[in-house]
């Protein structure tokens, strides 16, 4: 089992930035892939931005150039560094790990709000 808390949720004004922390938990070793995952109102969950941990990462064509996914194997941390905010970036944010032999996990989710 592998529990995730997401973290650095909040309001910002647009073309501000942010930055999301994800802590991974129990069984850590298994972990393959880190990924962060939104749900903005009305529209399904999408993906923003997945790390492997090698360190390949893939975006969403929505937030390339404006947001940065990074991890830290040692500490077991998933960083997602959001830049040039805009309105529709509001979602929550969901923290996802897959392991290697394929169980997934989610963290509960954390609030961005992003203002015109």
């Known amino acids: 089992q592998v529990q995730l808390v997401e973290s650095g949720g909040g309001l910002v004004q647009a073309g501000g930035s942010l930055r999301l922390s994800c802590v991974a938990s129990?069984?850590?070793?298994?972990?393959?892939?880190m990924a962060w995952y939104r749900r903005a109102p009305g529209k399904q969950r999408e993906l923003v931005a997945a790390?492997?941990?090698?360190?390949?990462?893939n975006y969403a064509d929505s937030v390339k150039g404006r947001f940065t996914i990074s991890r830290e194997n040692v500490n077991n941390l998933v960083y997602l560094q959001m830049n040039s905010l805009k309105p529709e970036d509001t979602a929550v944010y969901y923290c996802?790990?897959?392991?290697?032999?394929?169980?997934?996990?989610w963290g509960r989710g954390t609030q961005v709000t992003v203002s015109s």
């Open positions: 996802y790990a897959l392991s290697y032999g394929a169980a997934y996990y």
């Open positions: 129990g069984s850590i070793s298994s972990i393959n892939r």
């Open positions: 790390i492997t941990s090698g360190g390949s990462t």
